[in-house]
């Protein structure tokens, strides 16, 4: 076809890596209401933090294939529904982000190596990456609909937090539907 899971996936990019309005921004702009340190995704193909792909969470984390906190963006199911015509692509598209929280090293920037200080509100930090998530990709749509992206569905999922290799991790899931036309 015509790219139309790229051009999704760059549209959300695009959104979440604006300097201005996008997910760190966002982050930095909600973390005193958390009274949480904002740490930074570097959303460039050399990040260590951001991967593009499809990992199983077990793959994360045998293979440490990014530092923590990380996220991983893939595309899912796309439907061509003939909705522009004629068209190479005329439908929906959903994409992932999984958000891996590990509470050990965000709980390092806070102490610098010291013990923990989530005491017992683990959730500060799942809601303040919600919250930069849910306003970075509302102040995105434009950002997006100039590549011809259209976003049209949001729903976040939270994992519990469970102990893998040496600290605590949480998953947040976020599924986002869009509607993409393809000439």
């Given at each position: 076809?015509?790219?139309?899971?790229?051009?999704?996936?760059?549209a959300?990019?695009?959104?979440?890596?604006?300097?201005?309005?996008?997910?760190n921004?966002?982050l930095?702009?909600?973390?005193s209401?958390y009274?949480?340190?904002?740490f930074t995704?570097d959303?460039?193909?050399?990040?260590v933090?951001?991967?593009?792909?499809y990992?199983?969470?077990?793959e994360?984390?045998?293979?440490?294939?990014?530092?923590?906190?990380g996220?991983?963006?893939?595309?899912t199911?796309?439907?061509d529904?003939?909705?522009?015509?004629p068209?190479?692509?005329?439908?929906?598209?959903?994409?992932v982000?999984?958000?891996y929280?590990?509470?050990?090293?965000?709980?390092?920037?806070?102490?610098?190596?010291?013990a923990?200080?989530?005491?017992?509100n683990?959730?500060k930090?799942?809601?303040?990456v919600?919250?930069?998530?849910?306003e970075a990709l509302y102040?995105?749509?434009?950002?997006?609909?100039?590549?011809?992206?259209?976003?049209?569905?949001?729903?976040?999922?939270?994992?519990p937090?469970?102990t893998l290799?040496d600290?605590?991790v949480?998953?947040?899931?976020?599924?986002?539907?869009?509607?993409?036309?393809?000439?």
């Amino acid at each position: 076809m015509a790219g139309y899971k790229k051009r999704v996936r760059e549209a959300f990019v695009a959104a979440l890596s604006n300097g201005t309005t996008g997910f760190n921004a966002a982050l930095g702009a909600v973390a005193s209401t958390y009274d949480i340190p904002p740490f930074t995704l570097d959303f460039t193909p050399q990040s260590v933090n951001v991967v593009y792909g499809y990992l199983d969470p077990e793959e994360v984390e045998v293979s440490r294939v990014f530092e923590f906190p990380g996220m991983i963006m893939y595309s899912t199911e796309s439907v061509d529904e003939h909705a522009l015509k004629p068209a190479k692509f005329s439908g929906f598209v959903n994409t992932v982000i999984v958000f891996y929280l590990r509470y050990r090293e965000l709980d390092d920037i806070v102490n610098s190596g010291n013990a923990p200080d989530h005491g017992s509100n683990f959730e500060k930090y799942a809601d303040a990456v919600e919250d930069a998530v849910n306003e970075a990709l509302y102040n995105g749509r434009s950002i997006m609909a100039a590549l011809g992206v259209n976003y049209i569905e949001y729903r976040a999922d939270r994992d519990p937090i469970q102990t893998l290799g040496d600290g605590h991790v949480q998953i947040l899931t976020f599924t986002l539907g869009t509607t993409v036309h393809v000439q």
